[in-house]
């Protein structure tokens, strides 16, 4: 079997059949599907750019599934600059975008660990079949696929924080953060990644450029983004059912699990995870496990938020990467987060509860393990983080592993 995965790597034009007929299985399955290719949050988006003059952005429903926009007003103005196309076009072009994300989003991850790009200390034999043959199996996951066929912007935010991550440019770093928080609040919490490392001008740059995503919003839709800071930011239901099964955050685990809302556990949960997470990313940033410590954050950040929707996890994907190619590949830590993972994810577990729970069902009313097995991705996220904590205190890398042999939090330039 290892020798047919070299082999196929190795190979000019094997990963790129597999790649071809990995969208192609893609978008027949897609095809015979009950609604093909209606990605609806896509729809969002572009029917939020008529609301934009009329001060309804966040009032207007998106038919047929009657879904409000959620996300802050920056975004709304970003997605006007598409908002005009033909919608069977812009429906193409998303798609399309989205394989090359994923694409990134291996090589990023690769680079961040030193095995791809300008100055990589382990460079990974035929890189670009890695790259390209990881992208085709990586669009069946089940975060991934749940994101194109939904049309969401998950996989375009990851790429643009690894962007930064694998720069040497504050400037950057923090731009990427800042950009990515103002059109969706919840990779902010990538600011924490640079903040343990002491990189406070990333930090700076963060939080400046996401000032500027408000006082833009503010100038054009002052009533909307004062309207959304102050009132809709606090009202996590408006965006669906917090105890549904898509819900992979703590608070919708732990709402299924005790058939209510529990905001006290919830937040005992919440705390015990940011501290996790902070001893896993510095003892990843110690250890010179740049991808470790850069994923423990993200990972913090869909655990501690009320929503963190399936498709929210794309970082399934740099996770599992790191596990098979990072410097603690072989460690049976490393082989059980990927083993967990796989399984978690390959087994599309996640969406099978949500046609069991059915539409509009209380979490109550539901079997006990429906509600112990929508805890999934929840528990496997955990245990990666102390994984990665174990390891890196473990077995520090050795110092010429990383990226350009540094070990400051730098990377080479993009």
């Known amino acids: 079997m290892l020798r047919a995965l070299r082999a196929l790597v190795a190979?000019?034009?094997?990963?790129?059949?597999?790649?071809?007929?990995?969208?192609?299985?893609?978008?027949l399955v897609t095809l015979a599907g009950a609604d093909p290719f209606r990605m609806v949050d896509l729809k969002v988006y572009v029917d939020g750019t008529a609301h934009l003059t009329d001060g309804t952005l966040y009032d207007f429903y998106s038919e047929p599934l009657h879904l409000p926009f959620t996300y802050p007003v920056f975004s709304a103005l970003l997605f006007a600059l598409v908002g005009w196309m033909n919608w069977t076009v812009l429906r193409i072009l998303w798609q399309l975008a989205s394989v090359a994300a994923v694409a990134y989003l291996v090589y990023a991850t690769l680079r961040l660990l030193g095995r791809l790009g300008p100055g990589s200390a382990r460079p990974i034999p035929h890189g670009s079949g890695v790259v390209v043959s990881v992208t085709a199996v990586g669009l069946w996951l089940e975060p991934v696929r749940t994101t194109f066929n939904y049309g969401q912007i998950n996989l375009f935010l990851a790429a643009l924080l690894l962007s930064g991550a694998v720069s040497a440019r504050s400037w950057w770093q923090g731009a990427t953060v800042g950009l990515a928080a103002g059109i969706k609040l919840v990779p902010a919490i990538t600011a924490l990644y640079y903040l343990l490392q002491r990189r406070?001008?990333?930090?700076?740059?963060?939080?400046?450029?996401?000032?500027?995503?408000?006082?833009?919003?503010?100038?054009?839709?002052?009533?909307q983004t004062w309207r959304y800071f102050t009132d809709l930011i606090f009202?996590?239901?408006?965006?669906?059912?917090?105890?549904?099964?898509?819900?992979?955050?703590?608070?919708?685990?732990?709402?299924?699990?005790?058939?209510?809302?529990?905001?006290?556990i919830w937040a005992i949960a919440c705390l015990l995870t940011l501290v996790l997470g902070v001893w896993a990313t510095v003892s990843c940033v110690r250890a010179g496990d740049r991808a470790g410590a850069f994923?423990?954050?993200q990972l913090v950040g869909l655990l501690v938020s009320p929503i963190s929707w399936s498709h929210h996890w794309v970082w399934v994907l740099p996770v599992l990467i790191w596990a098979f190619a990072g410097p603690y590949r072989g460690s049976w830590a490393a082989r059980g987060v990927a083993i967990g993972w796989l399984i978690g994810c390959?087994?599309?577990?996640?969406?099978?509860?949500?046609?069991?729970?059915?539409?509009g069902t209380p979490p109550a009313s539901r079997p006990g393990w429906q509600s112990w097995l929508g805890t999934v991705y929840v528990v496997l996220a955990m245990a990666t983080l102390l994984a990665m904590a174990l390891l890196a205190r473990a077995r520090p890398v050795p110092s010429g592993s990383v990226a350009g042999g540094r070990r400051d939090g730098a990377g080479a330039s993009t």
């Open 11 to 27: 190979s000019p034009w094997a990963p790129w059949v597999l790649l071809a007929g990995s969208v192609a299985a893609h978008v």
């Open 346 to 359: 390959y087994s599309y577990l996640v969406p099978i509860l949500i046609v069991a729970q059915g539409p």
């Open 200 to 223: 406070f001008a990333a930090v700076l740059w963060a939080i400046g450029i996401f000032i500027a995503t408000v006082a833009v919003s503010l100038a054009f839709l002052p009533h």
């Open 235 to 264: 009202d996590p239901g408006r965006t669906g059912p917090v105890w549904s099964a898509i819900n992979q955050s703590w608070r919708g685990a732990l709402a299924r699990l005790a058939g209510h809302e529990v905001t006290g």
């Open 295 to 297: 994923l423990a954050v």
